[in-house]
């Protein structure tokens, strides 16, 4: 299992990148909670969630902020909070096991590998 450095992005998931900012690019203060700001500011946390739920990147951005955990420790990414990215990556641990990282990267390679064959593009 590789093992990389607090704050390291995992190559093999890299942050997705769109051709035109996103919400959280244009106006990141609105993705910002501190700890203890979830239960306060319950309206702004919604705002983030239901901007997130209308961007494109929203599946690859989960699947990004999960895997990077060390990057994604506060603020609403993906519509989801700290706290539920958490209990998603217990899920994928309980569901893939221990190294359900390296289980993603291997589905993942072998997506692209699909879409990439003749006749299956996109
Ligand atoms: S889904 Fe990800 S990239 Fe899109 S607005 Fe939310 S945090 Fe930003």
């Known amino acids: 299992m ?4 607090h704050g390291t992005e995992d190559p093999r ?24 700001d979830y239960a306060r500011k319950a309206p702004e946390l919604e705002q983030a969630r ?3 739920s ?4 929203a599946p690859d951005c ?5 895997v990077n ?9 993906a519509g989801t909070t700290p706290r539920q990215r958490t209990q998603l ?10 190294d359900w990282i390296d289980v993603l990267a291997d589905q993942e390679q072998a997506r692209r590998h699909r879409t990439a064959e003749p006749g299956n593009a996109a």
């Open 54 to 57: 209308r961007c494109p990147l």
């Open 13 to 36: 998931f890299p942050r997705p990148q769109s051709p035109t900012l996103t919400r959280c690019q244009r106006q990141p203060e609105a993705f910002d909670f501190e700890r203890g």
């Open 62 to 66: 989960l699947l990004w902020a999960l």
């Open 69 to 77: 955990r060390s990057m994604t420790p506060v603020g609403i990414i």
């Open 89 to 98: 990556r217990t899920r994928l641990a309980a569901r893939l096991g221990p």
């Open 50 to 52: 239901r901007a997130c």
């Open 2 to 5: 590789t093992i990389y450095r």
